[in-house]
């Protein structure tokens, strides 16, 4: 039986050579997305067996944020991760548990999480889009996409709808700033709201510069 570095090394392969990303959604992440939900796991006894692969296995499936199909992604993810480990042979008696922990962890998808292994990889995955490593992300993905940096009027949303379609600082607002009120556990909620300062500051940052 393989052991859980060697697993490792078969996921980190099969991400590396089958599957497309976006600069916000690459190895680098993936790797993050596993260490938070391994402090998690542990500080909420969360079934790492279950969360283990889920954590690797999440984003195997790349769809473009401004696909028609994005907020298929994390379905179309926890397919695919099954059908990958049955055809290896991971030793996993909760199949069920390991896709609705996947279909489950996006923010677009809009599922509620309904067992713990489920809301450690939400939190997981939604703590790596805060704090220094999410502005990064988020600013990168932004250049990625071709989206101006922010809106001439109004640049912080105080009068209108964020349009994050068009702006990358509007993110911050449509989606990012929202993430530490979503946070399912105790220790998630804890690290999200450290890393949200962090948004904060930069934005608080950002509008002297600019105001």
């Not at 790349?62 to 907020?71: E, G, I, N, T, W």
């Not at 713990?116 to 939400?122: D, G, I, K, S």
Request: glycine letters at 4%; proline letters at 4%; one cysteine or more.
């Amino acid at each position: 039986m393989k052991s859980e570095e060697e697993w490792s090394e078969v996921f980190r392969n099969f991400l590396t050579e089958a599957q497309e990303s976006d600069p916000a959604h690459e190895l680098g992440h993936v790797e993050r997305v596993v260490r938070n939900a391994r402090q998690l796991t542990q500080g909420e006894g969360a079934d790492w067996s279950v969360v283990f692969p889920a954590a690797w296995l999440h984003d195997c499936v790349f769809v473009a944020k401004d696909s028609p199909l994005r907020k298929e992604a994390s379905r179309l993810s926890a397919d695919q991760a099954v059908s990958f480990l049955r055809d290896r042979g991971y030793p996993l008696a909760e199949w069920e548990a390991l896709h609705h922990a996947i279909a489950a962890h996006s923010f677009s998808a809009n599922i509620t999480p309904r067992t713990l292994e489920a809301r450690v990889l939400q939190d997981a995955d939604r703590i790596d889009a805060l704090g220094a490593v999410g502005l990064s992300r988020c600013l990168m993905l932004g250049g990625h996409m071709g989206t101006a940096l922010m809106s001439p009027v109004d640049p912080f949303c105080e009068n209108r709808e964020p349009d994050d379609a068009r702006y990358t600082i509007d993110h911050f607002y449509r989606k990012l700033l929202k993430l530490e009120n979503t946070m399912q556990t105790a220790a998630g909620r804890d690290l999200a709201r450290e890393r949200s300062d962090v948004l904060r500051s930069f934005l608080a940052q950002l509008r002297k510069e600019v105001i």
